[in-house]
């Protein structure tokens, strides 16, 4: 475990890594809150509307939550519900220091002591964790019949995603040697 | 400086209690007195009520996931941001008229107001493209999070008994068998209801639900796109037909004994079909049609004004001399599913 977080300080003091990492993580959060459908095409004029905070403790369904405000812009409509924007901030964090962290394997074999193929797999707990939030989306553009147990899956796959990206991460961290990572900054 | 222990310690006990958080979010517990107006006698039902709550299932969203509007505020017409061709959901009662932006029901699906002095839930499901309209006495319904049929499952918030709304009966608790009191809502484009009612209101967008009112999550209608026009259902149907497709728009009604439907299109090229026991007629005004129960109908014939004649009198189409029944505009597929054996031109 000393070792995982050691490794992780490690990495993050390299001003490119870092970038990388906030970069990853920027996007899977937009994205996530697109597939949440809180971030949405179609709007006009610039409006902000709000109601009372505690309707941000709503469900709207297993792990979303009600947004609080609106902020409409010309094209594009921001709803604002602030348990959505923690969850998908602990997940795309949890993505970004995976691909990093990944990213780092597969160029640096010699600091990991697992090859390169498994670094890439590594990272499919990230996708899967992508998949939680565009489930309903994909089941709308591909046209699919969903089932009881899709949706029953379906309900876990934002805390099953978050684990198996801890555990992913821990694993690629524990078998990555900060000692033989070469850390020169870009 | 924070140990790796901690952080993995905190993320886990972040997701725990989220997850305890949603076990122990329930309804709201139910008042004393429903005072859910109901149908003297309930429609036919095709399937015994144990086979439809066994068929039920989990659209996702938890009970009042999809917030129902309960303090509805209207515009008039020339303050609603509306094209001629888009799709509302108008009723009249009392001499007041409103309507009800598709727009905004395919977001909340359940408006609980008062019309003319009437309390009613206008609920629309757009996965079946049904709407229909209920007395509601003194209680509100909700959006139950349940589909039937791919169709709106709703609750009644005093006894939290869940109905499904095109068979427009209770599948559990106090009023399971029970059918709703009904009332006449019209599946129609903004044109046309402005042109027949231009003192109208219409239900603002000011829900006090955040939501897109301009994005459709399904698809579109002006012109139509999307889920509501592909072959595809997205959930398990208890009854399937290929003899029309899935989404073609079919005008169905039920008795006690029995359900009827026809197909809009053809009845929009005949202006009148008949069916065992039934009559139907064409509303231009509306684009929808108005059935008629009727074992023996005196011939009705249509004119160039969208009116009717019979026995020698003109009538508009929705006031025929005949038994007229609760007239649900609906996909094929969703009327077919609860009404297999439904009868037909």
Redesign the interface.
């Known amino acids: 475990m000393r070792n995982a977080w050691r490794t992780l300080i490690t990495l993050l003091r390299v001003a490119r890594y870092r970038r990388m990492a906030l970069g990853i993580g920027a996007a899977y959060l937009v994205l996530f809150l697109v597939a949440l459908r809180d971030i949405t095409l179609g709007g006009s004029g610039v409006q902000f509307a709000a109601v009372e905070w505690p309707r941000m403790f709503e469900p709207t369904s297993t792990f979303t939550f009600e947004a609080v405000a609106r902020l409409t812009l010309p094209g594009i409509t921001v709803l604002i519900a602030p348990l959505n924007i923690l969850i998908g901030g602990v997940l795309s964090l949890l993505a970004a220091l995976n691909l990093m962290v990944t990213y780092v394997a597969y160029n640096q074999p010699s600091a990991c002591s697992f090859n390169r193929s498994t670094g890439i797999l590594a990272s499919l707990p990230a996708l899967l964790a992508g998949g939680a939030c565009c489930a309903p989306a994909i089941v709308l553009i591909l046209g699919l019949q969903v089932s009881s147990l899709f949706i029953t899956t379906f309900q876990v796959l934002i805390p099953v995603a978050a684990v198996l990206l801890l555990i992913t991460l821990k694993l690629i961290l524990d078998r990555t040697h900060p000692e033989r990572l070469s850390l020169a900054d870009a | 400086m924070l140990?790796?222990?901690a952080?993995?310690i905190s993320?886990?006990g972040?997701?725990a209690s989220?997850?305890l958080?949603?076990l122990t979010?329930q309804a709201s517990p139910p008042a004393p007195d429903p005072a859910l107006p109901l149908a003297k006698t309930p429609y036919v039902l095709h399937h015994n009520l144990s086979a439809y709550t066994d068929f039920m299932?989990?659209?996702?969203?938890?009970p009042?996931?999809?917030?129902a509007i309960n303090d509805p505020q209207f515009v008039d017409a020339d303050g609603a941001d509306l094209d001629d061709g888009d799709m509302i959901i108008g009723f009249v009662h009392g001499g007041e008229a409103r309507a009800y932006p598709q727009n905004i029901l395919v977001h909340n699906e359940i408006v609980n107001d008062a019309v003319g002095g009437l309390n009613v839930a206008v609920t629309y499901c757009p996965l079946t493209a049904t709407a229909q309209g209920f007395k509601r006495g003194d209680t509100t319904l909700g959006v139950s999070g349940q589909l039937l049929n791919s169709n709106l499952v709703m609750f009644d918030r005093a006894t939290e008994s869940y109905f499904s709304q095109i068979a427009a009966t209770g599948l559990t608790g106090d009023h399971a068998g029970a059918s709703l009191d009904e009332v006449d809502l019209i599946w129609t484009t903004w044109g046309q209801w402005r042109a027949q009612y231009p003192n109208t209101q219409v239900l603002s967008e000011d829900t006090?639900?955040?939501?897109?009112y301009?994005?459709d999550?399904?698809g579109r209608y002006n012109p139509t796109g999307?889920?509501y026009s592909?072959?595809?259902?997205?959930?398990?149907l208890m009854e399937e037909s290929d003899r029309h497709h899935p989404k073609e728009m079919v005008v169905g009604a039920r008795t006690a004994e029995e359900s009827v439907h026809f197909v809009l299109d053809d009845l929009k090229n005949e202006h009148v079909l008949r069916a065992e026991g039934f009559v139907a007629v064409y509303d231009a005004r509306f684009h929808t049609g108005v059935i008629y129960h009727s074992s023996d109908p005196p011939r009705i014939t249509p004119t160039d004004d969208g009116r009717y004649e019979v026995d020698g009198e003109m009538y508009a189409p929705d006031d025929l001399p005949l038994r007229q029944l609760m007239s649900v505009d609906a996909f094929f597929f969703a009327w077919n599913a609860f009404y297999p054996n439904s009868a037909t031109a």
Not at chain 2, 64 to 67: A, C, H, L, T, V
């Open positions: 140990s790796s222990r952080v993995f993320a886990a972040l997701l989220l997850g958080y949603l979010t299932m989990s659209g996702g969203p938890p009042d996931g999809i917030p006090g639900h955040m939501r897109n301009s994005n999550p399904y999307g889920y592909a072959r595809e259902v997205i959930f398990p």
